[in-house]
């Protein structure tokens, strides 16, 4: 006679299940990886592609050279809103900045007059002017040896500071001392003489 049907009970179906999906993953598993790993290493290529175009990088300190500068990211850092507010509030990193954008610009103009005329700013009424200018030489000079002496401790220089400022400062002081190197070894070569830093008795610039 007919044989009674029998029904699968639970068990059963289950392991016919994981029977099964075991059969589809060994057959589908090394495609399913390949397409993974490729999808990821597109994303990370992508990603990659962005980092670059920023002009940043998760290593950047790492990877970047002790002497090499990022001047134009520096300055492409500086959020002028956060800047204005952090120096209304008195933030120290953002006065410094601020002083040392200052002592670039009197530094840069003093180097242009020593490169045209053989001397720097005149003394100006009460010294005025040549105080700004040694001031201003002492400011840069003093970023560059603070960032100096920092980057071969920590292997970065100066914080970026409220609003990226004091880095940009930074990197218009290392600029700024570079070009002060040069118009030196010109002033030497074009007039054979260093300016003194104060009007001295006989001196060639300024004289008392």
Known sequence: ?????????????????????????????????????????????????IVIANGKSDDADEDRGFFEADLAGDLASVDGNEYVDSLRAGNVEAIAGTVVLVACVVTSFSLWTLFSSGCGLPPGPFGVFGAAEGVSYLAVAGTVVAATVKKFKTGSGLPAGPGGVLGGAEGVAFLVALVGIGVGVHQLLEYGFVPEAVPTEGGKCFPK
């Open 1 to 49: 006679m007919f044989a009674r049907a029998t029904t699968p009970t639970p068990i059963a179906i289950r392991r016919a299940r994981l029977k099964t999906d075991a059969r589809l993953c060994r057959r589908h598993a090394p495609g399913v990886i390949r397409v993974t790993s490729d999808a990821m290493h597109r994303r990370q290529s992508a990603r990659s592609v």
